[in-house]
Structure formats: C-alpha cells, structure tokens
C-alpha cells in the first residue's frame, strides 16, 4: 500500500478544503482509514477515521460537526471534506491504513494501530 495524501493547500479562517487520500487506484476496501494530523511541537492525532467496510467514521471531538470522512462508491478514495476551518486546525495531514479485520466496526484512534502512512499534506488557515 502507497498512501497519497493530496488537497491540502492555504485557506482563511473560515473556508473549506478538501483532502484526498488514495493508493495509485487500488481499492481501500480492505482497510481501516485515518487521517491524522500533526501541528509544530503537538503529537500526531486522529482527526477522522473509517472502517471501509462497516463505513463508521469516528471523529475528534474538535472537528465533529466541521469535518466529514467518506469514500467515492469504488473505495479507491477517501476524502476528508474540512468545512468552517480555524487557524487552529493548521497542520501537516496524514492519511493512514491498517487492515480492517483487525478491528470489529471503527477504525482505531492509535497513531501506532496503523501500518501504512502516506506523506502528509500541508492545510494552513489565516485568521
């Protein structure tokens, strides 16, 4: 699995972005899919996550309401739709994967659960 993670980009406070995470094509089906983001001198966090194959997302708490994970109906894409973004949401995203038979219907919420990391996105907010 080579995650790419794209869409990331500047925007003001405010504003929407959406990122995408993909495998050249491949189907995701199989997998567990996080996105996580890391801001300068925080830990890495989970933002959103899906089980692609019980299609339960799990959120942060500060992003519940703002922030939408989904997948195209072929499961070689899964985005992450970020509405009504605040500076503090500036960071470097990643999307992760790990096989989803590990896990019974959510995706985990563990930096360290997943196997497969692709290179991150950079999403700046302006106030």
């Known amino acids: 699995v080579q995650l790419q993670a794209s869409g990331g980009g500047l925007v003001q406070a405010g504003g929407s972005l959406r990122l995408s995470c993909a495998d050249s094509g491949n189907s995701l089906s199989r997998y567990v899919i996080g996105w996580f983001r890391q801001a300068p001198g925080k830990e890495r966090e989970l933002v959103a996550g899906m089980h692609l194959t019980r299609g339960r997302p799990v959120y942060l708490d500060s992003v519940k309401g703002r922030f939408t994970i989904s997948t195209n109906n072929a499961k070689t894409t899964v985005y992450l739709q970020m509405n009504a973004l605040q500076p503090e949401d500036t960071a470097i995203y990643y999307c992760?994967?790990?096989?989803?038979?590990?896990?019974?219907?959510?995706?985990?919420?563990?930096?360290?659960?997943?196997?497969?990391w692709g290179q991150g996105t950079l999403v700046t907010v302006s106030s």
């Open positions: 992760a994967a790990d096989l989803s038979k590990r896990y019974s219907d959510y995706a985990p919420r563990r930096v360290t659960a997943y196997t497969y």
